[in-house]
């Protein structure tokens, strides 16, 4: 069998939806982070992924549960690959519907998932559900809805709300870097300027910022544009037009970038979630 993914959007809630297979020792992913919350379940085969500094290995029945900005990869281990599908939570959105679950949550506390893996069936069973009623074309929105407050019911027993981080000096240095690639994404942006902003050097620099977010600065930047290029291409923007306006080389070198990280062109990516023509 062929390595395939299958990938749609659902308008309502902005959920993507994806459900791929990759075949035995297929390196699947290059490092790399969303801006979603990530909640996932392993279909078949072994799913190996670094995230949080750990070696993980997902198996059948298994979810898998990943936070904004984490860092992961993926590999198939195993001569018979592994199939699995993801559902893409907006931040926002969940943030909303996880609050009206919980009592009064201050603003200064940020969502968060306490582990990476769980065996816990009953989630596992409500994200497959969620998935199938959203993939399914004429099904009801009531029915949807249902399936959605199981799953959000179901992450209640694996969320946790965390206070923001203090502002200790090294994590102080990291943010600012963090913020100042943010702001200026869409520029040729030169290790100089990072060096100056902070008074480390490169050596240090780099260290420290890859310590905090698993990545070394240029390779952040690369993730925070294909991010961001992620948002454009659903949203109908053109590849040659996402290329020039976040600062890729050109359409090649954005499509060289994305392939590696999600496995689809962007041109394909584009089309999957809008049905909009090339």
């Known amino acids: 069998m062929s390595s395939w993914i299958e990938l749609k959007k659902d308008g309502p809630s902005g959920i993507e939806l994806i459900r791929a297979h990759f075949c035995g020792y297929a390196h699947a992913y290059d490092p790399h982070w969303h801006d979603d919350y990530l909640v996932g379940i392993t279909e078949q085969g072994v799913q190996q992924f670094h995230c949080r500094r750990q070696r993980h290995r997902s198996t059948p029945g298994q979810v898998f549960l990943l936070e904004p900005g984490e860092v992961h990869d993926g ?8 199939t699995y599908q993801m559902l893409y939570l907006n ?5 909303v519907q996880l609050r009206q679950l919980f009592a009064e949550v201050p603003d200064s506390f940020r969502l968060g998932f306490a582990a990476t893996l769980s065996d816990d069936r009953l989630l596992a069973q409500a994200t497959i559900r969620a998935f199938s009623q959203l993939q399914q074309k004429g099904e009801g929105a009531m029915q949807q809805q249902f399936a959605l407050d199981s799953l959000l019911c179901g992450l209640t027993r694996h969320v946790h709300w965390r206070r923001s981080s203090p502002h200790e000096t090294s994590g102080y240095q990291a943010r ?14 030169r290790m100089e300027t990072l060096t100056a902003l902070t008074g480390l050097d490169r050596f240090r620099l780099t260290r420290l910022f890859r310590q905090t977010y698993g990545l070394p600065p240029h390779a952040y930047l690369v993730q925070l544009r294909l991010t961001q290029a992620r948002r454009l291409l659903a949203s109908g923007a053109k590849p040659i037009a996402v290329a020039a306006q976040l600062g890729f080389a050109d359409q090649s070198h954005l499509g060289r970038w994305f392939q590696r990280a999600y ?11 809008t049905n909009l023509p090339d």
């Open 75 to 82: 590999d198939a281990p195993a001569e018979d690959g592994f």
């Open 91 to 95: 931040p926002q959105w969940l943030d």
């Open 176 to 189: 600012r870097i963090r913020d100042f690639l943010h702001a200026n994404s869409h520029q040729d942006i």
């Open 263 to 273: 496995r689809l062109t962007p041109a394909h990516y584009r089309k999957l979630c």
